[in-house]
């Protein structure tokens, strides 16, 4: 663990913190006028040429998130520097038992956390935090209505996303900026922390952004007695614009994916707002963990890519199998971060996938996730056996042969609940997951045949 610019003191002793702006990103109330789903089933009004726009975004997307991976080491120096000018306690943790200990020492003797539902935070930070044993919720989810009823729950989530109307100032516009905090707002603070994973942050001048869904980040900024912000090392963008950009793309792509796992979950809800309010109203800081995790060893190898991601996490829309196998063990799904976690060592191999490529389709920058999954199944199994499991699901051709032969008996026996469970057992696919339809006729049969076009 590494420590930079620790808070200077004030006259009275008391940390002096300047902080880096917080800017958070919302939808704008003007895309109110279209639903999400509409809009990317390219249904708006033509003059938006929504196509179009979208294609420029991945197209400036794909060439700073080239240049953020390509610079990361010069950009990470950089901000470590502009951090310490503000004051701001920087630590560099190896990993999450670094980062947990880390927040442990910055907690004192509170051991309540509010966390954002980020990757970072709830996949790789959050079961180290209950070994130092903090009580860590996911605020967003208590955000909702205060009966949590799942009818009720689904109505607040489609009233609060139908949006996206991609009005005709442009697809970026639809994330304004809703809240800059150029302070820690004072006054009603309560005895807990937020831990806060960022969606970018400003080398030049430590900006940090968060797309924010409902309420959570900014009430948390305003209450928690100690905010801690975690940076993952692919999270430095050169400047305030670009890190602006890439915090609006997590937006536009990650529409419909937000809603994949959202469920009322009991075991999230925490009362923050009915915490008493503290008498002292103590003087706050910021601090700043910066995570590796096995990021840096990444970089430069066959796995770089992943450095391009943005989570905003369009891959996970069409997967037909993670959402259960991350679902289950409360994680935050997308196949890249299956790949990511498989990779630091806290996922088994991902046996699971189809290799059906719907992911790459998907991904605004690129990334070309079935193969890095060969190529990390490839290095494990060079040195495990491989399960039945594993062998079946290595052949998907004769998979799909079985499944186009027998079609349409094979649509229909995939539904039936016996069925579902003995692919479970046998191919590790789990029982809801969503198979692509078989036909009888293969596409190469079409062509043979003549009846396209
Ligand atoms: S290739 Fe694998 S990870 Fe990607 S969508 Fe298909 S099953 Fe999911
Ligand atoms: S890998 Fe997934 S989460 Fe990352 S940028 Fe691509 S679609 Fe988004």
Known sequence: ???????????????????????????????????????????????????????????????????????????????????AGFGVNVRIAADGKEAASAIRQIAGDT?????????????EIRPDLKSQGFETYIRY????SKNFE???????????????????????????????????????????VVILGVNAISAENGDVFFLQHM?????????????????????VAKDSDTALFHTRSMGIFGLESILLDLKPNDLERFDFDGLPVL??????????????????????????????????????????IGLHVFFERGLVYSPKNYLLGFLQGF????????????????????????????????????????????????DPEMLAKMGTLTAPLSNWMVHIPIVQYMTELFTGVHRNSHLPTFHRETFRDWFKGGKRG
Not at 349 to 360: F, K, M, T
């Open 347 to 394: 996922l088994p191999p991902v046996d699971a996938c189809l290799h059906c490529g719907r992911c790459h389709v998907e991904c605004p920058v690129e990334i070309d996730i079935p193969t890095l999954i060969w190529k990390a199944q490839l290095e494990h199994y060079e040195h495990h056996k491989r399960s039945l499991k594993k062998r079946m699901l290595d």
């Open 279 to 320: 008498a002292d109203q103590p003087e706050r800081s910021i601090d700043v963990i910066i995570l590796d995790n096995g990021r840096s060893k990444l970089l430069n190898g066959i796995y770089e890519d992943l450095f391009l991601c943005i989570d905003c996490r369009n891959c996970a829309r069409q997967c037909p």
């Open 141 to 144: 989810f208590t955000e909702f």
């Open 215 to 235: 309420s959570n980040i900014s009430h948390d900024l305003e209450q928690a007695r100690k905010v801690i912000l975690v940076v993952g090392i692919e999270k």
């Open 1 to 83: 663990m590494h420590d930079y610019g620790s808070g200077k003191k004030n006259s009275a002793g008391g940390l002096m913190t300047r902080i880096p702006g917080i800017i958070v990103v919302e939808p704008s109330a003007e895309q109110s006028k279209y639903r999400a789903a509409e809009v990317f089933a390219r249904k708006q009004p033509k003059q938006l040429k929504l196509s179009n726009d979208i294609e420029s975004v991945k197209e400036h997307l794909r060439e700073v998130r080239h240049e953020a991976r390509d610079d990361n080491a010069k950009l990470l120096e950089r901000l470590k520097n502009t951090l």
């Open 150 to 192: 799942p009818e009720v729950f689904k109505k607040e989530l489609e009233d609060y996303w139908s949006l996206a109307g991609m009005h005709d100032r442009g697809l970026m516009e639809s994330f304004a900026v809703r809240k800059k905090f150029s302070s820690l707002p004072k006054g009603d603070i309560r005895d807990y």
């Open 111 to 123: 051991r309540l956390a509010s966390i954002n539902k980020s990757n970072i935070v709830v996949n």
